[in-house]
């Protein structure tokens, strides 16, 4: 059974830092383009930051550029995402979703992954 599990997340003031993390167990995270995704109250999801197999490719949002970082670690089937200089209009569900098609293209759309976790809450005040 194939399932993602989002954790790090929480309550931090404007300028702090939070790590997220995402455990895929079912299938081997190597084979799987990844990427994050958050939801704020009232707003569609949207995409964050992708990341090819190996870590070798990435593609961000615009307005994370140069704040967030992606990675992953195959040999524990995780792929993390580095968030530093938070601002408050960063507050959102954040999930995690794996494109399983087997093509190394990171995508942005929403309907283009597969799995997704059950989110995550990060909250920034100002």
């Known amino acids: 059974q194939v399932q993602l599990v989002e954790s790090g997340g929480g309550l931090v003031q404007a300028g702090g830092s939070l790590r997220l993390s995402c455990v895929l167990s079912?299938?081997?995270?190597?084979?799987?383009?990844m990427g994050w995704f958050r939801q704020a109250l009232g707003k569609e999801r949207e995409f964050v930051a992708g990341?090819?197999?190996?870590?070798?490719?990435?593609n961000y949002a615009d307005s994370v550029k140069g704040r967030f970082t992606i990675s992953r670690d195959n040999a524990k089937n995780t792929v993390y995402l580095q968030m530093d200089s938070l601002k408050p209009e960063d507050t959102a569900i954040y999930y995690c979703?794996?494109?399983?098609?087997?093509?190394?293209?990171?995508?942005?759309?929403?309907?283009?992954?597969?799995?997704w976790g059950q989110g995550t809450r990060v909250t920034v005040s100002s």
């Open positions: 979703a794996a494109d399983f098609r087997l093509v190394e293209r990171i995508q942005v759309g929403v309907r283009e992954y597969d799995y």
């Open positions: 079912g299938r081997t995270l190597s084979r799987y383009v």
């Open positions: 990341i090819g197999w190996s870590g070798g490719i990435t």
